[in-house]
């Protein structure tokens, strides 16, 4: 569904330049788990640590059992960095 969407972090949505933000977009995409572990280099258990501290963003539930994480929220993090981080 969103496969393709990011290609990397240097281009960090498709056919927006590398000036523009996804927080200039109108509507915020959101990102399944895939998708943000190819962004953000971590294992899923890391990932899920570190959203249960506080130190990765809270997901949006989309159902019972099915969450996502808005693209905003996932380039803030690309862009500067772990809070905390060395």
Same mark, same amino acid.
């Given at each position: 569904?969103?496969?393709g969407l990011f290609m990397d972090l240097g281009n960090i949505y498709k056919g927006? @330049? #590398? *000036?523009d933000s996804i927080m200039q977009l109108q509507h915020d995409s959101l990102l399944r788990l895939p998708e943000v572990l $190819? #962004?953000? +280099? =971590?294992?899923r258990a890391t990932?899920? $640590? *570190? =959203?249960?501290? %506080? /130190?990765? +963003? /809270?997901p949006v @539930? #989309? %159902? +019972? /059992?099915?969450v996502a994480w808005r693209a905003s929220e996932i380039q /803030?993090? =690309?862009t500067e960095g772990v809070p *905390? $981080?060395?």
């Open positions: 569904m969103f496969h927006v @330049s #590398l *000036g $190819a #962004l953000i +280099p =971590v294992s990932w899920y $640590a *570190g =959203v249960k501290n %506080g /130190r990765f +963003p /809270r @539930s #989309l %159902g +019972p /059992r099915c /803030r993090l =690309v *905390g $981080a060395l």
